[in-house]
C-alpha cells in the first residue's frame, strides 16, 4: 500500500483537501478524465467502480493502484467507447487550463455523464496566482501579467490557460454550477518550509482550509478552486 507521504507536501495537502470536499462516495460509477499518476483514481477504487483515462505514457510508468481500476492511456477521443449516460461522477482535476477547445472536452464528458451527475473540476484560480507571483515568488512582472489578462507557464505541462469559472456552464449550458470551494488559500503564503511535510502540522493547516473554503473573501484569493456542476436535461 502506498503512502501518501510519498508526495511532495504541497500535492498531499492538495489531495486531501480535495478529497474531504467530495465527502464520503461509494458505489458510484467514476470516470478520472486526465488521471495523472492515477493518486485519485486509486483513492476512489476503494469504494466505486473507476476509469481513468491519461494521455502521458510518463505518467502511467509509476502509476497508483492500490485499489483496482480501468486505466486508459489516449486523449477525449477514447471517450467515444462509452454509451451516452455512462458515468455518475466525471473527476477533471488541473485538466482545462492545458487544452486550447475546452468546449469539446466539456461537452464530451456532458455525454457521459448520467442525468443529475456531479463533475468534479479542479482549476487555477487567477487572483491566488497573482497572490503567489507578487508575495511567494516576488514575480512582480508576472502578476502584472496575470492581471492584464495574460497567461502563465507550468514546468510540467507547458502553457496554464486561465479560465473563468463562470465558463463552464456558458460553455455547455446543461451543467449547473452547484458549489465553489477553495483550495490552498494559506499553503503558500506560510514560508516556514521545514514544517511543511509534518503530519501534524498538515492536518491542523487542512483543518483551516476546510473552514475558510466556503467563505468568499478567502475563496476569492485561493490557489484553485473546486467547482461543482450538475448534468441537467
Request: glycine share 6%.
Amino acid at each position: 500500500m502506498r503512502e501518501l507521504t510519498e508526495l511532495p507536501a504541497w500535492e498531499r495537502l492538495l489531495k486531501r483537501i480535495v478529497w474531504a470536499q467530495f465527502g464520503d462516495i461509494r458505489g458510484k460509477n467514476i470516470l478520472d478524465f486526465g488521471s495523472g499518476e492515477g493518486v485519485t483514481a486509486s483513492h476512489f477504487a476503494e469504494n466505486n467502480n473507476v476509469v481513468a483515462i491519461e494521455p502521458s505514457e510518463d505518467m502511467l510508468i509509476n502509476r497508483w493502484e492500490d485499489f483496482e481500476y480501468r486505466q486508459i492511456q489516449g486523449d477525449v477521443t477514447k471517450l467515444s467507447a462509452f454509451e451516452d449516460n455512462t458515468f455518475d461522477m466525471i473527476i477533471c482535476h488541473n485538466v482545462l487550463e492545458y487544452i486550447e477547445d475546452k468546449k469539446s472536452i466539456l461537452d464530451e464528458l456532458y455525454r457521459v455523464l448520467k442525468p443529475q451527475g456531479v463533475l468534479s473540476i479542479v482549476k487555477h484560480n487567477r487572483a491566488g496566482r497573482v497572490m503567489q507571483m507578487a508575495v511567494l515568488l516576488d514575480e512582480l512582472e508576472k502578476a502584472n501579467d496575470l492581471l492584464d489578462g495574460k497567461n502563465s507557464t507550468a514546468s510540467k505541462f507547458g502553457a496554464i490557460r486561465y479560465y473563468e469559472d463562470e465558463m463552464i456552464s456558458k460553455w455547455t449550458p446543461g451543467l449547473k454550477h452547484k458549489d465553489c470551494f477553495g483550495i490552498r488559500t494559506f499553503w503558500d503564503l506560510q514560508q516556514n518550509q521545514e514544517k511543511h511535510n509534518s503530519e501534524e502540522w498538515q492536518s491542523r493547516m487542512m483543518q483551516l482550509e476546510m473552514r475558510v473554503s466556503q467563505m468568499d473573501e478567502f475563496r476569492q484569493i485561493a490557489f484553485f478552486h473546486h467547482l461543482f456542476f450538475i448534468k441537467e436535461v
